[in-house]
């Protein structure tokens, strides 16, 4: 089986090719990718169906290797594998949005930690459905600059600004334990505020994370709400929680988090316990240094750091 996922194009992190086997037994994470891109919101700003193929591209230069997380080594602890992307139809967003669906859940049958490589923001509302076709009640940990809650765009009811209002309608989603935090910006509507509140949602704005004394007791309360009366936590990261400094291939957003900020809560979240994750919305085209995409090799390492934690903490208990 060859390291490459296709083309030139390296298995994330140097996970083991299984896209063509679709065989998770010796493997302890899954990652795939969903290149797909729906209703553009802002002018020229596209490309973010490239953002699975750049991320696996740029993570060709990184070990598992974490000195600063007491010299973890994530590789000793978890093996990868990579299920390679999503056959999405760009002519046709229900087909791709029930594809997603079906692809993902037979994921979520293995009980492995699964890892999503976006992709716009739409696709959260087609792999959260997946979850809670399992018989699962879901909480939601949502990483985001923007709320992502209106009606539709132009129409479409799974634009990318549109997967949690679809997700407050999901019956087997919690709504009052889906934390939209990090939430910031005048590109958000005075309505998505509005429909947070109305639909029981939970607004953790980048003040209060900045004001926190303690990201970490911080990530412990965002987990406890997330958690509450659900059967599993889901977290979902939209790349323009971070500071425009510190993203320059996501969507243009200032006073947002620092990469320092993103990774400690992310840790946290899972070394606390959700069962998976998605990274969304990286723009190639944007970037011509990648540094965003090479950023989501760092996110997912510690995001499994802290999942390896919790499995451990399990194992004593």
Known sequence: MTDMIYGNTPCMLGAKNI???????????????????GAVTWGDYTGCELGPKVMRLSSARYSGYLPEMDDMDVFEHVKLGDLGDIDVVPADVDETMNRITSFTSEL??????????????????????????????????????????????????????????????QEGVRNESIIHTGIHGPRNKPEAGRNAKAAGAVTVSVNEIRGHKDLKALAKEIHAMASKDVDCVYLTICSDVLDFAFNPGGPVDGNGLTSYELLTLVHEFCKLGVVGMDFVEIYPQQDPNQFSAHFAST????????????NQQNEKN
């Open 19 to 37: 896209s063509a086997t679709k065989d998770f037994s010796d493997v302890d994470v899954l990652v795939y990718g969903i290149p797909w891109e």
């Open 299 to 310: 996110l997912i390492l510690y995001a499994l750091a802290g999942n390896i934690l919790h």
């Open 108 to 169: 979520w049958k293995s009980g492995k930690f699964v890892v999503g490589l976006g992709g716009d923001h739409g696709v959260t509302f087609p792999i959260v459905r997946s979850i809670t076709e399992q018989g699962k009640k879901v909480g939601i940990i949502h990483l985001d600059a923007h709320y992502d809650n209106l009606p539709s765009h132009n129409g479409d009811q799974f634009a990318r600004c549109s997967p949690f209002a679809r997700l407050y309608e």
